[in-house]
């Protein structure tokens, strides 16, 4: 039951498994109710990497955007079946698992339930020694690593646990690759012969760049590897700005919009700044983007692993996770 609630998982094989050491899967989180819901806008708009002002201006800031967002943020949350986010992190933690010999994986979450903190705790207290803690965020970006590690670094410092936190990934082959086979297999699934391919990344305040925030840069390094190694054309859009600051440019509608005006015939949308598939991908860029405004063009999009549905890249992204992981638990101490 208790692995269960911290979001633990172990391979039924019967190798002998190395119990002193374990692996830790990192997102932001997802909410299954409403109450979870609101508790997660209130984290999230509680962390100073995500809303930089003085705690008592954020923490006016936090109650309007709560009480503005909990009700219709639910509703568009129940619209799109809930997020999948949770159980295709479980799906990956077993997948890993299984990759490691019966290593014990676990999933953890920035602003949901399992917290990091318990979670780091929980392995401690059943004779953990290192800790590889993975977040499936392959870009640094303060407002995810970052609160990330603010929870990490908020664990109390431990005398029998070594704790390595996996650093940004968007550059190594093995991303790329899996990126590719990615791309590859939508444009065959959806009878596409050369597409232009439509990268798609969480948008940033510009206010981030600012203060010297190389996730626009880690980003376009990704998509310059992804499309030299595919040999298709290529271009990066920005999806879920939210509030009224200026975020990064140009949008997904905006970038489809000169696609077609350019003459583009076939687009694939490839959601490249995540792993798993969340609602900011099942809404954004599936149920909320009106494929109609652009009735020249025939666009798909690249599908990220759900946890229910097998992904075609499963293999590449077992490598990817084990390569990080052993790199990670190889590290000096």
């Given at each position: 039951?208790?692995?269960r ?106 602003f949901a ?9 929980k ?15 392959p ?27 996996v ?102 949308i ?13 809404a ?50």
């Amino acid at each position: 039951m208790l692995n269960r609630i911290f979001g633990l998982f172990r391979s039924s094989g019967k190798a002998k498994r190395d119990l002193s050491r374990a692996v830790l899967l990192v997102d932001m989180g997802a909410p299954d109710s409403q109450e979870e819901y609101r508790l997660y806008l209130e984290r999230l708009f509680s962390d100073p990497d995500v809303l930089p002002a003085p705690r008592p201006i954020r923490w006016w800031i936090r109650r309007r955007i709560v009480a503005k967002r909990l009700v219709p943020g639910w509703r568009r949350y129940v619209a799109n079946g809930l997020s999948p986010l949770k159980r295709a992190v479980a799906a990956l933690a077993r997948s890993l698992s299984a990759e490691l010999d019966g290593m014990q994986v676990g999933a953890a979450y920035t602003f949901a339930e399992p917290q990091i903190p318990e979670t780091i705790a929980k392995f401690e207290k059943m004779g953990v020694r290192e800790l590889a803690v993975v977040p499936l965020h392959p870009h640094s970006c303060r407002a995810s690593r970052g609160a990330m590690r603010r929870r990490i670094d908020a664990v109390p410092p431990s005398r029998t646990m070594r704790i390595d936190v996996v650093p940004p990934y968007g550059d190594n082959p093995l991303f790329v690759r899996f990126w590719e086979r990615l791309v590859k297999e939508a444009a065959y699934a959806n009878r596409m012969e050369r597409p232009h391919v439509l990268f798609s990344a969480h948008g940033i305040p510009l206010s981030y760049l600012k203060k010297g925030e190389t996730y626009l840069d880690e980003v376009r390094a990704s998509c310059d590897a992804i499309g030299l190694s595919l040999g298709l054309e290529w271009s990066l859009a920005f999806q879920s700005a939210m509030g009224r600051g200026k975020w990064t440019t140009p949008s997904v509608v905006d970038e489809l919009t000169r696609l077609e005006k350019n003459g583009a015939k076939e687009v694939l949308i490839a959601p490249v700044t995540f792993l798993a598939e969340n609602l900011e991908t099942i809404a954004d860029l599936g149920s909320e983007l009106d494929r109609s405004r652009w009735p020249g063009m025939k666009i798909a999009r690249v599908l990220l692993p759900d946890g229910s549905t097998p992904c075609p890249a499963q293999k590449e992204l077992n490598e990817l996770l084990v390569s990080l992981c052993k790199n990670a638990q190889s590290q000096d101490t």
